[in-house]
C-alpha cells in the first residue's frame, strides 16, 4: 500500500482547485491509495478552521477558507482515503504545549494539561468529526505526554471514527500499527503492521534549497523494498507556499505512478519476501503462488539467482515484454538460474512474474489478518488438484486493529496449483477488511 503525507506551511493565495490538485494529479496519478495531510504540526498552526485556536488557516492568513473541505471533497471523488496528521505532544506557540511557552498571555504558570484541555483534545474532535470519513489519524512525536491524555484521544478517534487506523507514534503502544523511524527501510523482514515514511528529497516541509530529489527508480527501489519486508510505505512531499507541489517532485511522482500503473500486481495486496531479505540483484514480492522479481540492478549476464528455492517453477515471464515471453529457468542444486533477455523495453524497474506450484501436499493451517467490527464467520475455500472443492470456516470475535486469527486446516492433496477464495459468510462484509491469509504447513 502507498500513502502520500502532505507538509504543513503557513499558506497564502493557493489555487481555487487545490484540493483537486493534490488528490488527482498529484496522489491518484502517482499511484496512491491515501492521503495524510498536516492538520496541525508542531509549531501550533491549523491548516484548517479551528474554532479552538485562531493561529489557523483561515483566521491568520489572507486565504480565507478551510482547504481540508476541498480535499475531503476531492478524495472522495477520486477514491483517495483521507487521513490526518496531528502533533499531539509539541506545540511551540500555545501555553504549556510540549517545547512551548510556559506562560499564558497574562503571566500564569501553566502546564501540559492546560494546552490538552484547552487545544489539543478539542482538535482532535474537530478533525475527527468536521471532514466526513477519514481513513487514519496520524499522530506524532509522543515525547512525554502522559498516557492517560493519549487514550482519551485515541478514545475520541474511535468514536468518531471507528473505522480509522491510529498511528504508532500516539504512544504507549495505543496505535493499531507501527510507524518505523523516518525514511527507515529495514534490511530483513519485519512481522506484523507497519509503515516505512519517507521524503521525496531531504526535508519534510518545502525548502527552497533542498534540490536533491529522489529520482523515479529509487522512489520505487524503496517501496518495493518497503513492500518487500511486509511493509506500507508513506511518502512526504513539502508543498510550496502557493499549496503547489515543487516540479521536479511532481515529475518523480508521475514517473514512479506509470511504472506501478503499468505493474499494479506487484504492491497492491501483496506479501513479504519469503527471503526475507534483499537479493544481489533486486527484491521480491509474493501475491498467493506468484513471486514478482524486481530488478534494481541488471546483472551484466542476464542471470537472476534464487538461492534455497524447494519450489517447482512453473512459469517465468519478463513483464511488459511483446506477448511476455517466457524465460528459460534451470534448477541446480540450491540454486535456480533465470535467464534474461540481452535487452528489456522496461527501463526503469524490470519485473519477472514467477508461478509456482504447491510444494508439499497435506494439511496447512490457515490464519487470516483482517479488520472489522462485531461477528464475522470467515469461509475458505481452495480449488484444484484432483479435488474439486473442499472448504472450511470459522467463527472469530472481530478486533478493530488489524490482527491475525486462527481459521483452521485445509487440505491440499497433491503438490500442484489451487485457486484458495476468502469470503465473509455471516457479519457486516463492509465492516471486515481482509488484509491477508497465512498458510502454514503442519508436520
Wanted: with cysteine; glycine share 10%; net charge neutral.
Amino acid at each position: 500500500m502507498l500513502f502520500l503525507a502532505v507538509s504543513s506551511g503557513c499558506l497564502g493565495e493557493m489555487d481555487s482547485l487545490w484540493g483537486e490538485q493534490v488528490a488527482k494529479l498529484k496522489a491518484a496519478d502517482a499511484g496512491m491509495k491515501y492521503i495524510v495531510i498536516t492538520a496541525k504540526h508542531h509549531d501550533g498552526f491549523a491548516m484548517y478552521h479551528s474554532k479552538v485556536s485562531k493561529f489557523n488557516i483561515v483566521d491568520a492568513t489572507p486565504f480565507g477558507r478551510d482547504p481540508m473541505k476541498e480535499l475531503a471533497k476531492a478524495c472522495k471523488k477520486h477514491g483517495l482515503g483521507l487521513g490526518f496528521y496531528y502533533s499531539h505532544n509539541q506545540d511551540w506557540t500555545f501555553p504549556g504545549g510540549g517545547n512551548g511557552p510556559k506562560k499564558t498571555a497574562d503571566g500564569t504558570d501553566v502546564g501540559f494539561k492546560y494546552y490538552y484541555e484547552n487545544k489539543c483534545r478539542a482538535q482532535v474532535e474537530e478533525i475527527t468529526t468536521q471532514y466526513g470519513p477519514i481513513a487514519i489519524v496520524w499522530f506524532d512525536t509522543p515525547g512525554r505526554i502522559p498516557e492517560e491524555y493519549v487514550k482519551e484521544l485515541v478514545g475520541i478517534v474511535r468514536k468518531n471514527q471507528p473505522k480509522a487506523l491510529v498511528s504508532g507514534r500516539a504512544g504507549y503502544g495505543l496505535g493499531d500499527y507501527v510507524t518505523l523511524g523516518d525514511m527507515e527501510v529495514p534490511h530483513e523482514n519485519v512481522e506484523g503492521i507497519w509503515e516505512t515514511v519517507d521524503t521525496t528529497n531531504d526535508s519534510w516541509a518545502y525548502a527552497w534549497y533542498d534540490n536533491y530529489w529522489k529520482t523515479p527508480k529509487e522512489i520505487l527501489h524503496r517501496l518495493v523494498s518497503t513492500v518487500g519486508r511486509g511493509g506500507t510505505y508513506m511518502l512526504n512531499i513539502g508543498p510550496k507556499g502557493d499549496g503547489t507541489v515543487p516540479e521536479l517532485a511532481g515529475r518523480t511522482l508521475r514517473k514512479a505512478g506509470e511504472w506501478i500503473k503499468r505493474y499494479p500486481q506487484v504492491v497492491y495486496g501483496t506479501d513479504a519476501s519469503p527471503w526475507k531479505h534483499a537479493l544481489p540483484w533486486g527484491d521480491v514480492t509474493v501475491k498467493d503462488s506468484t513471486l514478482f522479481l524486481c530488478i534494481f540492478d541488471m546483472p551484466k549476464n542476464g542471470e537472476l539467482y534464487l538461492p534455497g528455492l524447494k519450489t517447482k517453477i512453473r512459469s517465468a515471464l519478463l513483464l511488459g515484454e511483446k506477448n511476455n515471453a517466457e524465460l528459460n529457468v534451470q534448477a541446480t542444486g540450491s540454486w535456480t538460474k533465470i535467464q534474461l533477455p540481452a535487452s528489456t523495453s522496461e527501463k526503469l524497474l524490470p519485473v519477472v512474474q514467477v508461478e509456482v506450484d504447491v510444494l508439499k501436499p497435506g494439511y496447512y493451517n490457515v490464519d487470516l489478518t483482517y479488520n472489522g467490527m462485531g461477528r464475522i464467520v470467515w469461509g475458505v475455500d481452495i480449488e484444484g488438484g484432483k479435488s474439486r472443492r473442499a472448504g472450511i470456516q470459522n467463527q472469530q470475535n472481530s478486533s478493530h486493529n488489524y490482527q491475525k486469527f486462527p481459521i483452521g486446516w485445509i487440505n491440499f492433496p497433491k503438490p500442484g496449483k489451487y485457486k484458495v477464495s476468502v469470503s465473509c459468510l455471516e457479519g457486516d462484509l463492509a465492516e471486515a477488511s481482509l488484509k491477508a491469509i497465512h498458510l502454514a504447513f503442519v508436520d
